[in-house]
């Protein structure tokens, strides 16, 4: 269960991560020329990489400052349940078959942890805002089965800093 919140809260850094990175190569076991060892991020890439939750956006790049969308983010909880059989249909017009996140996005669906953006797409390509990724890590704790209380202190909205002026 901690490796999952681990895998979450990374998620979120590197969904939001504002630092630049060098172009120098990562190590030999990586293949990404844009993460190098000394990156504050670089144990954070070698694990998701390592355990196959995300493998770059190209053979050689990870793309660490780049924009994470709602393809991405669906795919990596997919993954991190290990790839899961599919119990329901595609139900998204804009969403290919066979594509790279069909898979992510039909089982996403189907555990009410995404909804769509209406007219009956999902937007796979867009990319995903704080408002929809705080809706699906909360959806997909919900589905985990995580109690979320708003009564615990460490939950409470008064402590986000954008949310008190």
Same mark, same amino acid.
């Given at each position: 269960?901690?490796?999952?919140?681990? +895998?979450? #809260?990374?998620?979120c850094c590197m969904v939001f991560s504002l630092f630049p990175v060098s172009a120098l190569a990562a190590s030999s076991d990586m293949?990404?020329?844009?993460?190098?060892?000394?990156?504050?991020?670089?144990?954070?890439?070698? $694990?998701? $990489?390592?355990?196959?939750?995300?493998?770059?956006? +190209?053979a050689t790049t990870f793309d660490p400052n780049g924009t994470t969308n709602r393809g991405m983010i669906v795919t990596i #909880?997919?993954? #991190?349940?290990?790839?899961? +059989? #599919?119990?329901?249909?595609?139900i998204f017009t804009d969403v290919e078959p066979g594509s790279w996140y069909e898979k992510a996005v039909v089982w996403a669906n189907g555990k009410d942890i995404v909804a769509g953006v209406g007219d009956g797409k999902f937007d796979p390509y867009a990319p995903v805002t704080r408002e929809q990724l705080a809706t699906i890590l909360f959806r997909y704790c919900k589905f985990m089965g995580y109690v979320l209380s708003w009564a615990d202190p460490e939950l409470r909205y008064q402590r986000f800093a954008d949310l008190e002026s």
């Amino acid at each position: 269960m901690k490796k999952r919140i681990l +895998s979450i #809260l990374l998620i979120c850094c590197m969904v939001f991560s504002l630092f630049p990175v060098s172009a120098l190569a990562a190590s030999s076991d990586m293949p990404f020329t844009d993460v190098k060892t000394t990156d504050w991020f670089y144990k954070e890439v070698c $694990y998701v $990489y390592d355990e196959a939750l995300m493998q770059g956006t +190209s053979a050689t790049t990870f793309d660490p400052n780049g924009t994470t969308n709602r393809g991405m983010i669906v795919t990596i #909880l997919y993954r #991190l349940e290990g790839e899961p +059989s #599919l119990m329901n249909d595609n139900i998204f017009t804009d969403v290919e078959p066979g594509s790279w996140y069909e898979k992510a996005v039909v089982w996403a669906n189907g555990k009410d942890i995404v909804a769509g953006v209406g007219d009956g797409k999902f937007d796979p390509y867009a990319p995903v805002t704080r408002e929809q990724l705080a809706t699906i890590l909360f959806r997909y704790c919900k589905f985990m089965g995580y109690v979320l209380s708003w009564a615990d202190p460490e939950l409470r909205y008064q402590r986000f800093a954008d949310l008190e002026s």
